[in-house]
């Protein structure tokens, strides 16, 4: 595996491999499961596997957590090498030295979930994402289901600006007890990570209640009952169209989606599911 830092090394890295499907999987390091996951996915759908790893500055907003965001490089190294990566992109900085003076802007699609908290999160995210882009000029892109805003934005990006990427999206990975996997789990001290619990649960039992013939606004009503009684700092919990992301508040529907975002303690967390789950989809 070959750990390159420069744009320019990269650039020339992967002229030679031009022959052959190159997939790209960004993220931020601190790499767990879900992303492995990502990776393996990326290994069945192309020859050459390029992992990046940068902690986007762009992304977070004031007061957000870019300067303790969890940096473990060598374990990351270890992993990707572990999993057949081919290159590790791990540049310093991508922006110019006086700031970005240009970047992409999302519209309406971060008016939404966690964009609505998150103001200019997602204007980051696609402006890093282009510019990966345009540095490794894959064939293909994966990134997963567990940032599922994140997922439908940059689907949307590609088609708006004819970018030639597939964007291929990869399932949520849990722990054993159901929670979400995250790079910000560290953070969590032992009664957190009991509390952050509410999350998967609270996703379930909605499920659960979707079966059972509730109309979506009384699912939500409960779901958000169940989750007062938590004491978790909730930001949103919703139900809205996967592929829109509008309000669903009519009877659940395979195409039906659950969010949800909670602070507990200093920590923000997401989880996303289907509303009706092994149903098969009708659009
Ligand atoms: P991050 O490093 O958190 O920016 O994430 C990099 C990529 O990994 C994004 O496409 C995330 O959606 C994906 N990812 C993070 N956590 C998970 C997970 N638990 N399951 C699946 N994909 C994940």
């Not at 991508?94 to 964009?115: P, R």
């Not at 007890?177 to 009991?194: I, W």
């Not at 979506?216 to 809205?240: C, F, M, P, T, W």
């Amino acid at each position: 595996m070959q750990v390159i830092e420069a744009v320019q090394g990269l650039r020339r890295h992967l002229v030679d491999l031009r022959q052959d499907s190159i997939a790209l999987v960004p993220t931020m390091g601190c790499l767990h499961a879900g992303h492995v996951s990502l990776i393996r996915k990326a290994k069945r759908l192309a020859d050459v596997v390029v992992v990046s790893i940068y902690v986007n500055p762009l992304q977070f907003g004031e007061g957000e957590d870019f300067e303790q965001y969890p940096r473990t490089f060598e374990e990351d190294v270890r992993i990707c090498e572990a999993e057949g990566v081919d290159v590790l992109f791990h540049p310093h900085n991508l922006y110019a030295d006086d700031g970005a003076k240009i970047t992409l802007k999302v519209h309406d699609m971060d008016c939404v979930l966690c964009g609505a908290s998150r103001v200019g999160h997602f204007d980051g995210v696609v402006t890093v994402v282009n510019m990966l882009f345009n540095i490794v000029q894959p064939n293909l892109a994966v990134f997963g289901e567990k940032d599922w805003q994140q997922l439908t934005i940059l689907r949307r990006m590609v088609a708006d600006l004819h970018m030639p990427v597939s964007i291929v999206g990869s399932a949520l990975i849990r722990e054993k007890d159901g929670l979400a996997m995250s790079s910000r789990n560290r953070y969590l001290k032992d009664n957190e990570r009991q509390q952050a619990l509410f999350l998967s649960q609270v996703l379930r039992l909605m499920q659960q209640l979707a079966l059972q013939g509730k109309t979506n606004k009384h699912i939500l009503d409960l779901g958000l009952k169940y989750l007062a009684k938590s004491h978790i700092q909730v930001e949103y919990l919703d139900i809205r169209h996967e592929h829109s992301l509008l309000p669903s508040m009519r009877m659940p529907l395979t195409t039906d989606r659950l969010f949800v975002a909670a602070t507990i303690g200093q920590t923000r967390l997401i989880d996303n599911m289907p509303l009706l789950e092994n149903l098969e989809k009708v659009e």
